[in-house]
């Protein structure tokens, strides 16, 4: 991974969602009305979740989870109900700030540590889980890659995960995020071959040990997400 195309990436990021795209995320992960379109993407976000929560533990008590690109903080509160002690980290403040000011009543005090920052601090310590829920997305395979290494790392258990993965719609659209002004568009969403990820895990010498194994498709009208599972093998 090339630190400074990664630090701009995610200055990138940083801005889009404290700014740009806050309202309407803020209204994405509520339970808002909302547009047909926007609806499919919903949906297919709550679906993917609970895949993703499906793969992990019901009894975390006593283990550490890093919600890696927590967002508004749905995925966070559910791992705390099962006993984790959550690192629920996320580039914008002011998502964090709605997770917060969401924090749900059943959750109990102290389980979720809110943090603003990068998801790939190793300031965050040993955990037991990674999840990275849409948060590898805009990035390209090899820094993909690379991230899996830095969480994998500190991880005991297993990196849990998704991308956007090579369809036609998907791999239009990039080309399509491709051709118009940088300043009119949202940040790019790379597709991504599962062949070609799991032949890269496997060659690079920082997983050694580790290997992609589950791995579950969402498909929700215009939501399109794989979800992964990076494993002790």
Known sequence: MSAASYAERRRFLESYFDRTALDAWAQMTSDAPLSKIRATVR????????????????DMSGMRLLDAGCGTGALSFEAARRGAEVI???L??????????RLPLDVPDGMIDFRVGDMLDPGFGHIDYAVA????????LADI??????LAARTSEAVVFTVAPRTPMLGAMHLAGRIFPR???????VPVDEDAL?????????????????????MTGFYKSQAMELAKS
């Not at 914008?92 to 000011?101: D, G, T, V």
């Not at 829920?133 to 390209?140: A, G, N, R, V």
């Not at 300043?183 to 969403?189: E, G, L, Q, V, Y």
């Not at 799991?198 to 969402?218: C, D, Q, T, Y």
Request: contains cysteine; charged residues 25%; glycine residues 6%.
């Open 88 to 90: 629920a980290v996320d």
């Open 43 to 58: 949906a297919g976000r709550e679906k993917m979740r609970s895949q993703l929560l499906e793969w992990l533990p019901q």
């Open 145 to 150: 890659v690379a991230a899996l290494s830095s």
């Open 133 to 140: 829920m849409d948060s590898l997305i805009h990035y390209e």
């Open 92 to 101: 914008s403040a002011s998502l964090i700030n709605i997770a917060c000011e």
């Open 198 to 218: 799991r032949s890269l895990v496997a060659a690079e010498p920082r997983l050694s040990g580790w290997g992609v194994g589950r791995s579950a498709r969402v």
């Open 183 to 189: 300043s009119d568009r949202a940040p790019a969403i």
